[in-house]
């Protein structure tokens, strides 16, 4: 029989409810073995309702359960680097949520305790897996654009957007829980799979603004990148915009044409030669699925790495650099 993934669950909060946790289950050679959270009454329900055997509202008595062999880190990131370091220390697997740590510094020091242990880690860039964001790299591989120019992307957002997954408190604007703004929890997305497709980026400059004073984080950033190939990219993220002119969309220019899409949607137009076509996805029902069960077998031995940290350094790397100018 095959070696078995058990995972437990730091952080079982209202992101793990649907996009993750369940998925834990549904893979081959996985199952959810624990789950914790501080608050021992929240994570004693999650548990009873997803089936899961073991609860705990302490992480130390989670990467201290003997049948945990992996564990997934969905707390906010001030948190991700002890949490990792403490599950490498005890030779446990880890999987854990983007934007990995709170700056580029956090994430060499884990890239430092990995080499040196019998663990493994995978960042939670789970776009990557899924059907539409490898259509796209496939579009862009198969060269239908040709000799691609610019990308151009562009998120406007309101001040209560509802692209953020829902928390007791508002720590995503807190930049000492999160790292930054809403930028630092919804571009890591738009930013790795940037990269994923085009490569690492060769120059980067941005700038940041808060005009909002909704908090004290910045609400506007804007930056530009050089990717491989000459290729130019432009990103424009304001999350004080009035509804009017609300928008999500990603545009890939090239010789011939160019393709369009959301990344909190579910479509691809593709513009070449004066016809438009469109391509709808119908994402999974636990969207990091498809991505989980990558993790699973690279746990297993069975496949490479589909997003280590040096490949989620470029992406926190190029954030850094736009909002803080490091």
């Known amino acids: ?9 730091i952080g079982c909060g209202n992101v793990t409810e649907v996009k993750s946790g369940p ?24 548990a009873k309702r997803h089936g899961v055997p073991v609860w705990y509202n302490d992480a130390n008595d989670l990467i201290n359960d003997p049948e945990v062999n992996a564990i997934y880190i969905a707390t906010p990131p001030k948190y991700h680097e002890a949490y990792a370091k403490a599950a490498l ?3 446990k697997h880890v999987y854990i949520e983007k934007p990995v740590t709170l700056n580029v510094a956090e994430l060499d020091r884990l890239i430092e305790l990995e080499k040196i242990s019998a663990a493994k880690i ?12 490898k259509r796209v790299k496939e579009l862009v591989e198969q060269n239908i654009l040709g000799r691609i120019q610019l990308i151009q992307l562009e998120m406007f957002q309101p001040h209560e957007t509802n692209l953020i997954a829902s928390s007791e408190s508002f720590w995503r604007v807190d930049p000492s829980i999160s790292g930054g703004g809403l930028f630092y929890d919804l571009a890591p ?7 994923h497709v085009f490569g690492n980026p060769v120059m ?3 700038t940041a603004r808060n005009h909002g004073r909704h908090y004290t984080a910045e609400d506007a950033v804007a930056g530009i990148m050089g990717l491989p190939n000459g290729i130019m990219f432009q990103g424009s993220w304001h999350f004080n915009m009035p509804g009017a002119v609300k928008s999500d969309r990603c545009k890939i220019i090239g010789e011939k044409g160019f393709i369009e899409f959301p990344f909190f949607g579910n479509q691809i137009t593709i513009h070449l030669d004066g ?23 690279h746990f297993l031995d069975q496949s490479a790495n589909p997003c280590s940290l040096h490949d989620a350094r470029e992406s926190l790397r190029v954030m850094e650099q736009f909002v803080y100018g490091k």
């Open 1 to 9: 029989m095959d070696k078995m993934i058990s995972w437990g669950i």
């Open 23 to 46: 998925a834990f289950n549904k893979v081959p050679n996985s199952k959810l073995h624990a789950v914790m959270r501080r608050d021992a009454a929240k994570a004693e329900d999650y």
């Open 89 to 91: 220390e005890k030779g």
């Open 122 to 133: 995978v960042v939670a860039h789970y776009r990557r897996a899924l059907p539409m964001f």
């Open 189 to 195: 997305h738009q930013l790795d799979i940037m990269v």
């Open 204 to 206: 980067m400059s941005g």
């Open 275 to 297: 016809t438009q076509s469109l391509e709808i996805f119908e994402h999974p029902q636990h969207i990091q699925q498809p991505m989980i069960q990558q993790v699973v077998e």
